[in-house]
């Protein structure tokens, strides 16, 4: 079964500074989709960024970027120049290729403080 | 456009009490799924479903019931419902299980057993 650890369950930022989350996980499968979600105190799940396996490429969304190191079976998200809005608590989850119809796969979350 | 639709947003049960946890999409999704959040811990999958009539147990499936009699509901059913069943419960639907199909989430309903 597919593991998802995130070691850090509480990170605090000054705004406007950088922070990565870690998030490392387990599994066999060479073809998978990685994710990071959002999670607000409105208990909204928000999709911040998502990365394939077979990608090298890290993926990038406007101040939100991944550091995706597969044979280290590790993909951190990194929040640039935070802002207030981005407190949260952040959800890594993991999902296979081709065959995930049992949906993600979740860590047990970061929560974030920005500090102002 | 609603997206994923739960209700109620809040619900305080008794010790072996019964309900049900509605949830509806306008996506024409296939995939349905739910999901418990306790505290401090990420969601754990209750049940799926990958179209209408097809169910499927989750990891924590024991005490709920599901049903997917169309494709734009999958509602969950509390039997006998027990302390440690408090929880927050979320919807979730997506196209299909590609990596451009995301799951778009309900707002979750806050659920307390006493």
């Known amino acids: 079964a597919q593991t998802v650890t995130q070691s850090q369950p509480e990170m605090s930022v000054q705004e406007a500074e950088t922070v990565t989350l870690s998030c490392t996980y387990d599994?066999?499968?060479?073809?998978?989709?990685l994710f990071w979600y959002k999670q607000p105190p409105s208990r909204q799940m928000i999709l911040v960024i998502r990365?394939?396996?077979?990608?090298?490429q890290n993926a990038t969304e406007n101040r939100f970027s991944v550091n995706f190191q597969k044979a280290a079976k590790s993909f951190s998200l990194k929040i640039s120049d935070s802002q207030l809005g981005d407190a949260a608590m952040y959800f890594c989850?993991?999902?296979?290729?081709?065959?995930?119809?049992?949906?993600?796969?979740f860590g047990k979350g970061t929560h974030l403080i920005i500090q102002p | 456009n609603a997206g994923v639709t739960q209700t109620p947003k809040f619900r305080i049960l008794k010790i072996g009490q019964s309900m049900t946890l509605q949830c509806a999409q306008d996506m024409n999704h296939n995939y349905m799924y739910w999901y418990r959040q306790d505290p401090g811990m990420g969601l754990k999958l209750i049940y799926y479903s990958v179209g209408a009539g097809i169910t499927d147990k989750g990891e924590v499936p024991n005490g709920y019931n599901v049903s997917r009699s169309t494709t734009e509901d999958f509602p969950l059913r509390l039997e006998l419902a027990a302390p440690s069943q408090t929880s927050v419960y979320f919807c979730?639907?997506?196209?299909?299980?590609?990596?451009?199909?995301?799951?778009?989430f309900g707002n979750g309903t806050r659920l307390t057993v006493t």
């Open positions: 599994t066999s499968e060479s073809d998978y989709y």
């Open positions: 989850a993991y999902r296979i290729s081709g065959g995930g119809a049992d949906g993600l796969t």
């Open positions: 979730a639907s997506s196209r299909g299980t590609e990596y451009n199909s995301p799951l778009h």
């Open positions: 990365q394939e396996a077979y990608k090298q």
